[in-house]
């Protein structure tokens, strides 16, 4: 068996910064390296549904958004299976078996179930399908037998729920299913990169975001508006750290060569930090260079979904033939699951002989 790589998205909106640093960016960097043997990446539209079943226009809407941010991201639909969840009937399928192998109380327990249902005050009235989406994504990756997860340390959880899954299945029926690992990002400020407000994770729901297909003056607004932490009245004041969104938002996107050209007065983001603490540099001059150092990353992006908006029609046909693909694998291992539960009546003819036998015998 292979290295597979299996990531996605839920398409609520265009990708913003977390979405990039968190994993989208090491799936660039994984596709090119060539290390593993395949890499599906998915919008997975039915997950968002489970949240806005009243709103389907707005899954609609973002397919397109999203799959035009993987591909000015550079994610190469000749190197990777891009596809969307929904147009994958076997995913349904396999989730129903699934949820026969967990219990309520196992899914209750889970913490990032427990901040997304808190997040979306559900507290009273928790949607079932969203409810069990830990399980929906557990049938996503143990139908492509992913191997590897690229994700941010917040959905180590949901990897577990899936191990404890593929456990089940196995020891129940056949060992057919593969225990994935998280692939965590190298830089640990970008496993969960905060809000520009400093205080939550960045979240579309919140307005706290920095889109990759902002503009220019876009992104210097959020940034001039970004939480220094405790505040200073001078520039003369030592600065502080906890609490400071901007040089958060350097530890994840900030290089030495990055200072090298365009503050050469530092070598490194440490040299900046401990004048920074010390007094004497003034919060506008650090978002300055932050947003200098962002809108140098994100310019060649804007540059390659701007040319993709042209030819809209090419992308859905990116999509439809990727989800083809997709689709020979997930019905290749269906018909594994199905043997393996002894379902697969039609296919199975020492079944059918030895029923035939058993009613001429009576």
Known sequence: ?????????????????????????????????????????????????????DNPEKIRQNIIEV????????????????????????????????MNLITVSRVQRNPTVKTEIKM??????????FFCYPVSQAADITLFKATTVPAGEDQEPMLEVTRELVRRFNQTYAPILVEPEIMLPECATARRLPGTDGKEKMSKSLGNCIYLSDSEKDVWKKVKKMSNGEPRMSMDEPGHLEGNAV??????????????????EFKNLDELKAQYVQG???????????????????????????????????IYNIL?????????????????????????YFNDAELIRQQAERFRGE
């Open 120 to 129: 979306r005050n559900f507290e009273a009235n928790i949607p079932l399908g």
């Open 280 to 314: 004497g540099i003034g919060d506008g001059t650090c978002k300055k260079f932050l947003n200098t150092v962002l809108n140098n990353m994100l310019e060649p992006m804007r540059q390659r979904r701007h040319e993709l908006e042209k030819d809209i029609p090419e």
């Open 67 to 98: 799959a035009l941010d993987y591909l000015a991201a550079g994610l190469d639909p000749e190197k990777c299976t891009l596809f969307i969840q929904s147009q994958i009937p076997e995913l349904a399928e396999l989730t129903t078996y699934l």
């Open 247 to 264: 040089f958060t938002y350097m530890e994840a996107f900030c290089c030495d060569e990055d200072f090298a050209n365009y503050w050469p």
């Open 1 to 53: 068996m292979g290295k597979i790589i299996l990531t996605g998205d839920r398409p609520t909106g265009k990708l913003h910064l977390g979405h990039y640093v968190g994993s989208l960016r090491r799936r660039v960097q994984l596709q090119n390296a060539g290390d593993f043997d395949k890499m599906f990446v998915f919008m997975a539209d039915v997950q968002a549904l489970t949240d806005n079943a």
């Open 320 to 344: 439809r033939k990727g989800t083809e693909k997709a689709r020979e694998t997930a019905a290749q291992t269906m018909d594994e699951v199905r043997k393996a539960m002894q379902i697969d």
